[in-house]
T-cell receptor, first 114, second 113 residues
Framework: AQSVTQLDSQVPVFEEAPVELRCNYS??????LFWYVQYPNQGLQLLLK??????LVKGINGFEAEFNKSQTSFHLRKPSVHISDTAEYFC????????????FGSGTRLLVRP | EAQVTQNPRYLITVTGKKLTVTCSQN?????MSWYRQDPGLGLRQIYY???????DKGDVPEGYKVSRKEKRNFPLILESPSPNQTSLYFC????????????FGPGTRLLVL
C-alpha cells in the first residue's frame, strides 16, 4: 500500500519570497510522483511529475521538485512566488505497476501575501 | 477544447433523495475515475473504470454507484444520499499509458441536508 504525507496544511509566504512545500511518501513498490495544483473554485491540474531519469523536475509556472529516493521525499519549490500562486497543492503517487490509481496527500494551502 | 465536464456544479439536496452527477470527457480516454475531496483528507477515490462496462471500487465506495455504458460518460449515482456524503466531487480521466497523469473536471459541490 502507498501513503502520502504533507505535513504542512498551510504555508503563508510573502510575495517574491522562496517557498518549499514538503511531501513524503511510503510505498513497498516503485512509484511515479506528482504535484497537482488546485486554484480557487477549479479542478486540479498537473503541475509536474517524476517518472524516471533526472531527479530534479521542472513544471509549469516556475515550480520544480526534487525526488529523493533515500528520504522518500518529493518536495516542491519555487524561488520567487507571486500572488497568483495562491492555491492548494497536492502531492500524489501512483504505483508503477498500476499507474491509474492516484494516492493523494492531504494538501497544502499556499497563501501568498503582498 | 479538450476537457472533462461535470454537472451540476452545485447541488443541495435532502437525505434519501436519489441524485446523479454527470461526467463527460471529449478526449477519448479509456480510464475514468471519481474522487471526493474533504478538508484535511485530500482526494479519495470512490470508483474507477478502465473501459466501457468495466468498473471497480476505489477506497470509499460505500453509498455510491457508477455506470459506464459509453466511453465518454461516467455518471456517479447516490441512491440514498446521507449528510456524510456532503463533499466536493471530482471526475477525472486518463489516456492509455497515462502513468498517473489525470485530467480533472471542475468539481461538483454537494450538500446533503
Amino acid at each position: 500500500a502507498q501513503s502520502v504525507t504533507q505535513l504542512d496544511s498551510q504555508v503563508p509566504v510573502f510575495e517574491e519570497a522562496p517557498v518549499e512545500l514538503r511531501c513524503n511518501y511510503s510505498s513497498s513498490v516503485s512509484v511515479y510522483l506528482f504535484w497537482y495544483v488546485q486554484y480557487p473554485n477549479q479542478g486540479l491540474q498537473l503541475l509536474l511529475k517524476y517518472l524516471s531519469g533526472s531527479t530534479l523536475v521542472k513544471g509549469i509556472n516556475g515550480f520544480e521538485a526534487e525526488f529523493n529516493k533515500s528520504q522518500t521525499s518529493f518536495h516542491l519549490r519555487k524561488p520567487s512566488v507571486h500572488i497568483s500562486d495562491t492555491a492548494e497543492y497536492f502531492c500524489a503517487v501512483t504505483p508503477m505497476d498500476s499507474s491509474y490509481k492516484l494516492i493523494f496527500g492531504s494538501g497544502t494551502r499556499l497563501l501568498v501575501r503582498p | 477544447e479538450a476537457q472533462v465536464t461535470q454537472n451540476p456544479r452545485y447541488l443541495i439536496t435532502v437525505t434519501g433523495k436519489k441524485l446523479t452527477v454527470t461526467c463527460s470527457q471529449n478526449m477519448n480516454h479509456e480510464y475514468m475515475s471519481w474522487y471526493r475531496q474533504d478538508p484535511g483528507l485530500g482526494l479519495r477515490q470512490i470508483y474507477y473504470s478502465m473501459n466501457v462496462e468495466v468498473t471497480d471500487k476505489g477506497d470509499v465506495p460505500e453509498g455510491y454507484k457508477v455506470s459506464r455504458k459509453e466511453k465518454r460518460n461516467f455518471p456517479l449515482i447516490l441512491e440514498s444520499p446521507s449528510p456524510n456524503q456532503t463533499s466536493l466531487y471530482f471526475c477525472a480521466s486518463s489516456p492509455p499509458g497515462g502513468m498517473g497523469t489525470q485530467y480533472f473536471g471542475p468539481g461538483t459541490r454537494l450538500l446533503v441536508l
